[in-house]
Every structure is written in structure tokens, then in C-alpha cells.
């Protein structure tokens, strides 16, 4: 057996945790007026990917993989300090889908391993909820309470965006289309 350190999904979560401890610098001591372009504070963290939504996905999955090594190794300090940075940084993206995401990751894993991890993992996000800003919060709120869902630009935008991809597909299934080789 090698080092847990070694592992490419190890280094991952270490890289994650880099890229969250960027975005949480820049919302907390980020600028808005006369600072360069690359440190500007950011209310919902992104991070070097370029968008929130996108940056929560990655830290979904750098979570689900951080509770993973912590589970082949309980006392590696690193993969602890990974797990806060990413965990914290995923608060900060206010990214309501990849919490969704990292709570069927949590059921999923728990289902086909061990069912205490499950509890854990689940029970961590919801301590997570209470530590997440106010804005964060409401945003979680805000989504049960609205009965005008489809009605919200937030919401339409997302239609139109699905809609758009999946035309995308129809017209580019094998190399996809633009930066990314979407489709």
C-alpha cells in the first residue's frame, strides 16, 4: 500500500482546499474599488473556476472525497484541514444544487458502504447549515417558500440553459462545441 498523500484523489482535495482557501480570502478581505481585477471581494466565492456554480460542484466532490480518506486514515491532520477549508469554502459558493448534490453523495455512499458514515456525513451537513452566512440561509429558505419558482429569472435562465444544452447535443454529439468541448 502507498501513502494516502499520493493519491491523485488525494491531491485533489489538497488542491480544492487551495482553491477555497482563495475564494474564502476573497470574500472576506477582498476590495471593491481600486485593487487589481484578480483579488476583488467576492459575496458568493468562485474561486479560480470562473463561476460559483461550477466551483460548488468541485467542492462537492473534494467534501465526499475528503470524508473518504478520513475514513482510511482518522488521524491524517491534512485530510481534516482539506475537509474545513473545502466544507467552508462549499458554504460560501451558496451553491443550493451542489449541497442537494453532496447530500445524495452522502445517501449513495452510505447505502453501498457503511451505513454510520452515512449518518455522519449527513449529520455534518446539517451542522454545516447553521454555520453557513446569513445570505447562504436565506437563499435555502428562500426555495422552500417561493410558489412562483418558474416565474424567478434565476429559474427561467436555468430552463433556457438545459434547453440550450440539449440542442447542443442533438447538433455536436461526439466533440461538443466551444471552450470545453461542451456538449
Not at 466565492?45 to 467534501?63: E, Q, T
Not at 466544507?87 to 455512499?109: D, E, K
Not at 429558505?141 to 416565474?151: P, T
Not at 434547453?163 to 454529439?173: N, S, V
Request: aromatic content about 16%; charged content about 15%; overall charge positive.
Amino acid at each position: 500500500k502507498g501513502s494516502t498523500a499520493r493519491h491523485p484523489l488525494y491531491l485533489y482535495t489538497a488542491g480544492a482546499a487551495v482553491c477555497a482557501l482563495w475564494g474564502i480570502a476573497k470574500h472576506f478581505f477582498g476590495q471593491t474599488d481600486g485593487i487589481p481585477a484578480f483579488f476583488v471581494r467576492e459575496e458568493r466565492i468562485r474561486s479560480f473556476s470562473g463561476h460559483y456554480m461550477v466551483f460548488g460542484g468541485l467542492l462537492m466532490l473534494a467534501v465526499l472525497l475528503g470524508f473518504y480518506f478520513l475514513l482510511k486514515n482518522p488521524r491524517d491532520r491534512w485530510s481534516w484541514a482539506f475537509l474545513g477549508l473545502n466544507l467552508y469554502g462549499l458554504m460560501l459558493t451558496g451553491t443550493r444544487g451542489a449541497w442537494l448534490g453532496l447530500a445524495a453523495g452522502f445517501t449513495v455512499w452510505g447505502f453501498y458502504t457503511n451505513k454510520r458514515w452515512m449518518g455522519a456525513g449527513l449529520a455534518a451537513l446539517c451542522a454545516a447549515f447553521l454555520l453557513i452566512p446569513n445570505h447562504g440561509r436565506d437563499r435555502v429558505f428562500d426555495l422552500l417558500q417561493r410558489n412562483d419558482r418558474f416565474e424567478r429569472s434565476s429559474d427561467v435562465e436555468r430552463l433556457q440553459i438545459w434547453k440550450a444544452g440539449l440542442r447542443i447535443i442533438q447538433d455536436h454529439p461526439v466533440f461538443g462545441i466551444g471552450h470545453g468541448s461542451i456538449g
